[in-house]
């Protein structure tokens, strides 16, 4: 199975400043022949389901703000939300769907500082 | 607009199946490009993929969990469904029901669209 690990687990930060969330893949999820990682990230709020933000590594889903962006490649990713608004308060996960069983990272932890 | 609804008890006893269902509004389940899938989630375990189906009725399974999970298909109903057998407290979790797009072979996928989820409780 593919491991996926975050950090930091959680994250507390101002109004207004920069959220980074890191995920490492114990693989690569890079497919060569068409030049995609296999990397999805997810928003959760208490209560509600997971939903997508970023897919493919780095495009956005619709509806979702351009304050969020994914980047990075192979075994290295990263979230940033670029300027924090309170409604962001929430856990966040990384998701690869490179290889069966799909697997997800342990989830972040935003607060507002 | 894409609905799904997780339906199914709150509470099973240990060592006996647990059984939901995940309905389909707003779109057909028969579509070339999405798997339908289980996933749940658990203090202990974090989010843990069960299981996807197309709509042929071709299902995988995580490995951890194969010998005792089956996950079926009515497209008549536009419904898949999940089976969990000889449960134990272990299994006690928010069960969530989802579209999977952006697929690949062996069920591979990433939830587009998921049901609010229901807690299943294993306790007798």
């Known amino acids: 199975d593919i491991v996926m690990t975050q950090s930091p687990d959680s994250l507390a930060v101002s109004l207004g400043e920069r959220a980074t969330i890191n995920c490492r893949s114990s693989?690569?999820?890079?497919?060569?022949?068409?030049?995609?990682?296999?990397l999805a990230w997810y928003q959760q709020k208490p209560g509600q389901p997971p939903k997508l933000l970023i897919y493919?590594?780095?495009t956005r889903e619709s509806g979702v703000p351009d304050r969020f962006s994914g980047s990075g490649s192979a075994t290295d990713f990263t979230l940033t939300i670029s300027s924090l608004q309170a409604e962001d308060v929430a856990v966040y996960f990384c998701?690869?769907?490179?290889?069966?069983?799909?697997?997800f990272g342990g989830g972040t932890n935003v607060e507002i500082k | 607009q894409l609905q799904l609804q997780e339906s199914g008890p709150g509470l099973v006893k240990p060592s006996e199946t647990l059984s939901l269902t995940c309905t389909v509004s707003?779109?057909?389940?028969?579509?070339?490009?999405?798997?339908w899938g289980w996933i749940r989630q658990s203090p202990g375990k974090g989010l843990e993929w069960i299981g996807s189906?197309?709509?042929?009725?071709?299902?995988y399974y995580n490995p951890s969990l194969r010998s005792r999970v089956t996950i079926s298909v009515d497209t008549s109903k536009n419904q898949f469904s999940l089976n969990l057998n000889s449960v134990t407290a272990a299994d006690t979790a928010m069960f969530y029901c989802?579209?999977?797009?952006?697929?690949?072979?062996?069920?591979?996928?990433?939830?587009?669209?998921w049901g609010q989820g229901t807690l299943v409780t294993v306790s007798s």
């Open positions: 989802a579209r999977l797009c952006n697929t690949g072979t062996g069920g591979r996928g990433n939830p587009d669209c």
């Open positions: 707003g779109g057909s389940i028969n579509t070339d490009s999405s798997y």
């Open positions: 189906i197309y709509y042929t009725g071709s299902a």
């Open positions: 693989q690569s999820v890079l497919y060569s022949p068409n030049n995609k990682n296999y």
């Open positions: 493919w590594a780095s």
């Open positions: 998701q690869q769907y490179s290889s069966a069983p799909l697997t």
